[in-house]
């Protein structure tokens, strides 16, 4: 499991609609703490040097005016507007939401191999200010979600890192039931990727890469049975549903993440601390941000590095 992180790159579309890759890092990461111990976090910090949450800082939508303050080139074309930002894993519980290893019952959690695969198929990460409610059912599935952000499979050629943040295009949704809670999965393509431009629904992903939705849908069927759990079952009989669904999923889940930063429902164990959601009771100021991030790694051997890449 690779421990580099890199600083994030936005990606942009130029004139010709074409995608290319415009080196402004707007994110980077700051790490604390042991890889692969369970003191390990990695925090974001936005262009300015400010900490922020990966969760509920960073916009979901590419083309909102502004992200961290710096304006976004304006949508040129249909595909453009429909951008996302996608984090590479993230922690919900802890304030800021930096990234930790994934801990279950005391101990760390590595995903198993299902063979013929080693690790996961894709990139795995997930959309910023998304939610699903474990209190709100499904209007299409009847189950409620599954507490966290609504989950991203990037199927580009790029290998990502850990903390990343780039712009995705939507192309379609998986509805895995994982123990009676609803777990999207979203199937996306990084928009820096060279063959990008061919993408823009779920069909184009069975035409160009033959065979991947069925090892994806194959994978997420049998990757807890290592773990001695029983199969997941899905939704829709496993079609993949396509990019107009997708976009409603992503909708509702963004208007749940709404609620939940305005307080309207119930956080449960979830982090809401945020610095840049100003209306929200739970904002804090840049200092009480670092203050936070400065009491978590005050408990830890100081070992912090701050990498970035141009
Ligand atoms: C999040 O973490 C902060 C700092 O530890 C804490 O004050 C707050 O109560 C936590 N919970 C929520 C829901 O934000």
Known sequence: MSCILRLTLLLGANAAG???LKPIALYRTKERGQPSLQDYHVFFKNVAGHYISPFHDIPLKVDSKEENGIPTKKARND????????VVEIATKEPLNPI???VKNGKLRYTANIFPHKDYIWNYGA???TWEDPHQKDKSI??????????VCEIGSKVLSRGEVIHVKILGVLSLIDEG??????IAINANDPEASKFH????VKKFKPGYLEATLNWFRVYKVPEGKPENQFAFNGEFKNKAFALEVIKSTHECWKALLMKKCSAGAINCTNVQVCDSPFHCTQDEARSLVES?????????NEEEQA
């Open 201 to 204: 629904d779920i069909g184009d």
């Open 100 to 102: 930790k290893q994934d």
């Open 181 to 186: 809670e609803t777990d999207w999965k979203l």
């Open 296 to 304: 978590v790694s005050f408990s830890l051997n100081e070992e912090s």
């Open 79 to 86: 595909e453009y507007e429909n951008l996302f930002n996608m």
């Open 142 to 151: 009847n189950c409620c979600g599954n507490n966290d952000p609504i989950d």
């Open 127 to 129: 959309l910023p200010q």
């Open 18 to 20: 074409n995608f290319k």
